[in-house]
């Protein structure tokens, strides 16, 4: 039986894209970053976009204290996690008539099959497939900014689906070669 979450959390379904949960991205000078997620949820859910949207609402209660200004009022232009690709113009074909928001935490995610039974395989969970996330929204501050945040908490695999990593397969790339011919094709 899952436990029961806090008003700020939720466990959406969604497509895997940018998954960088198996090592943390590395920043641009070098250092270690978070591991992250962007989470593709399609518009027609609308029981998960509205546990999301109240979730976010939940967080921004929870801080006000950061998020207020001098007359106590949270402003409606401070940034939120949940946005619409079509709107963003995201021409990625995977994104077409999605939502979809970007989850991290500096915690490695903990990865788990449809039996809750631990994925230690890399290439098992990607970008692409389809997965449940527990999600954690939070009021933040940075440099003058506010919003907020969702932290990547964990993953449950649900299902394969399309890798969106863009490579191709080897067996594609290549010609089988004789064992006798030490030529390189052009």
């Not at 449809?114 to 994925?119: N, P, Q």
């Not at 999600?135 to 945040?149: E, S, T």
């Amino acid at each position: 039986m899952p436990r029961e979450f806090r008003v700020t959390e939720v466990r959406i379904p969604c497509r895997l894209s940018y998954a960088h949960i198996w090592e943390p991205r590395t920043e641009e000078d070098g250092s270690r970053g978070k591991y992250s997620a962007c989470l593709l949820i399609p518009k027609d859910d609308k029981a998960t976009l509205k546990k999301i949207q109240a979730a976010v609402e939940a967080a921004k209660k929870e801080g006000k204290s950061k998020l207020a200004n001098k007359n106590g009022i949270i402003p409606n232009n401070i940034h939120v996690p949940l946005r619409d690709a079509d709107e963003e113009g995201r021409t990625d074909e995977a994104y077409e008539g999605m939502m979809f928001l970007n989850a991290s935490s500096k915690r490695r995610p903990q990865i788990v099959d449809r039996h809750v039974e631990r994925i230690e395989d890399e290439e098992e969970v990607y970008s692409g497939c389809y997965c449940n996330v527990t999600v954690n929204f939070y009021a933040y501050v940075n440099n003058g900014n506010k919003g907020i945040a969702a932290g990547l908490n964990n993953i449950q695999k649900v299902r394969d689906g399309e890798r969106l990593s863009g490579g191709s397969n080897a067996e594609d790339d290549f010609e089988v070669l004789e064992d006798d011919d030490d030529e390189m094709l052009a």
